[in-house]
């Protein structure tokens, strides 16, 4: 180990290195990880207790206290008669700049592996969001319920996706996200096998509830995934593939759905089965092809190993600083992502703007159907078939990402900063709001249905550049609390898919798709503003911010 880094360029490890010969020693004030800036130097926890995990943490929710500390935690530890209680006594554990070990430093080859393998599971996830609405004909037949009760279904997933990330935070810091994306894709597995068999409507809306807790790895862990690997100049293609994989995938399922649950030898239990056996051959790629991408715990497994080895329990990771007691860790990770939706207005604010967009999208998802039926006469199959109109706009948004976004972001970025990824934004605020009332006054019987799909086209390639634009920008400004702000987006972008579904049906039967699609358009138009803003006035809003300000340049 030396005590500063080598600036060498990527690597391997040889025969005869041992794995702690590149690994930096730092103080405090240098070390590249960050913690919490809720937390301060003086709660620290004791070596004692990094050492006994986190099994043993969830024995003081239970009021036992561990050995060596005190009632409040403070530290006691001795180590040889010698106590081990000054800060300079810390030695701080960091990665040299190169190490290979360092997810930041993984070969081109294995991030594009990792960010394609992360958005399959992104794509299937949405995919199983859409298709679950074309079987409501044969499931409300076959389980004997309304079609609101079917609709629950589709309500709880989004509310899975909503609340189980709060879960996630503390159990991605502890074990890491590759963990987490193999036990959740196995939990999508048996959710599928759930639904499929179910005998009645109440165990499909419980096993569409697990399984959108499952499925929320592959919506708000990914973004995480590829700020991990991938520098800020270089994410905005990764992103891309990201957000294609979530937004085409919401209308290709559909595509498929629609003629399978036309066939009456399949309807709806075969779109479960279809799904099961994609979601099975996913998973035995994803066991060759995901990798540990959190940097934080890979270090954190070397320093456990370095403490273990050595007898020296001063070598800690600053990660670890946020673990002190089961109490801290629940704190800091479930409360964060929460925290900084309520307290940080960049995340408020997109949050919002994302939140109503994805409403109004679940809501389009239940509306389409009775629309092109009821309107234009289509069958099962030709209104599935309607929803390749959402692929169409997701590959518009991604050209012009590529294209227009991309080259205005490498070339404005040292004037524009993070902003630079705005542009296109600004664009989709107007676009959102226009694509919304060509939708609703072309909802008539007269006009031909290629209007309502122009509509379609146009509000999905909005929907794809807003989509990116807050992953991007949350992933930029937040960097290592990246996860927590798009936990924090998601929370309120799911809730609101959870909770549009379950009064559209009521507002289009009431209103019309022409008044309640314009009342959605008109609220669009109050957000306009919203990307506008943080463009021009983003930098000094971020000044202000505790987590931002703790946001390291990548890499340094």
């Known amino acids: 180990m030396t005590d500063t880094p080598h600036s060498t360029a990527s690597r391997t490890l040889s025969d005869n290195e041992t794995p702690f010969e590149h690994l930096a020693i ?174 009645n409507i109440q165990s499909v809306i419980i096993f569409r509830l697990l399984a959108g807790a499952a499925g929320s790895t592959g919506s708000t862990m990914v973004g995480g995934t590829i700020a991990d690997i991938w520098a800020p100049h270089e994410r905005g293609i990764p992103m891309a593939v990201f957000s294609i994989a979530a937004m085409g995938c919401t209308g290709l399922g559909p595509v498929f759905a629609g003629w399978v649950e036309m066939n009456t030898r399949l309807e709806w239990r075969w779109i479960q089965w279809i799904h099961l056996i994609v979601t099975g051959v996913f998973f035995v790629i994803m066991l060759f092809t995901m990798k540990e991408t959190r940097s934080s715990v890979l270090l954190v497994r070397l320093v456990r190993k370095l403490r273990k080895e050595t007898g020296d329990n001063r070598y800690r990771a600053r990660i670890e600083d946020e673990r002190g007691s089961l109490r801290t860790l629940m704190l800091i990770s479930c409360t ?89 934004s600004c664009i989709a605020g107007i676009l959102f709001p226009v694509s919304m009332f060509i939708y609703a006054w072309t909802s008539f019987e007269h006009v031909n249905w290629v209007g309502m799909a122009i509509g379609i086209v146009l509000f999905m390639w909005s929907m794809y550049i807003i989509y990116l634009a807050v992953f991007t920008y949350l992933a930029d400004c937040y960097g290592p609390f990246a996860s927590s702000a798009l936990a924090g987006q998601s929370l309120c972008r799911n809730l ?61």
């Open 496 to 556: 609101a898919g959870m909770a549009f579904p379950l009064f559209s049906t009521q507002m289009y039967d009431r209103l019309t798709f022409k008044w309640a699609s314009t009342i959605f358009a008109c609220i669009a138009v109050l957000m306009m503003p919203i990307p506008f803003i943080l463009f021009r006035w983003g930098p000094q809003i971020r000044a202000r911010s505790k987590f931002a300000k703790e946001v390291p340049s990548f890499g340094s």
């Open 26 to 199: 730092r103080d405090v004030n240098s070390v590249q990880e960050s913690v919490d800036p809720r937390l301060s130097l003086s709660s620290r926890p004791s070596a004692r207790q990094l050492e006994e995990g986190f099994p043993s943490h969830v024995g003081t929710l239970r009021g036992e206290h561990a050995h060596g500390e005190d009632e409040k935690g403070n530290l006691k530890e001795e180590k040889e008669g010698v106590l081990v209680s000054s800060s300079d006594e810390i030695l701080y554990v960091d990665w040299e700049k190169g190490d290979p070990r360092n997810p930041a430093n993984y070969s081109r080859g294995r991030k594009w592996a990792i960010t394609l393998t992360s958005s399959a599971l992104t794509g299937m996830v949405a995919a199983v969001a859409s298709t679950y609405a074309m079987g409501y004909p044969s499931m409300t037949r076959d389980l004997n319920c309304t079609n609101f009760q079917a609709t629950l279904g589709l309500s709880l997933y989004a509310l899975g996706f909503a609340v189980f990330p709060l879960i996630l935070a503390p159990l991605s810091e502890e074990f890491g996200r590759q963990p987490l994306y193999i036990g959740s894709t196995i939990l999508l597995i048996a959710m599928h096998i759930g639904v499929a068999l179910a005998k």
């Open 336 to 424: 964060r992502p929460v925290h900084l939706l309520l307290t940080e207005p960049v995340v408020a604010s997109f949050s919002l703007w994302i939140g109503f967009a994805w409403g109004v999208l679940y809501s389009m998802i239940e509306s389409i159907s009775p629309a092109f039926r009821e309107l234009h006469h289509f069958n099962v199959g030709e209104v599935g078939t309607v929803f390749v109109t959402m692929f169409i706009g997701s590959l518009l948004g991604y050209l012009s990402n590529t294209f227009i976004q991309e080259k205005l972001y490498n070339k404005n970025f040292k004037a524009k900063g993070h902003e630079a990824r705005l542009y296109s």
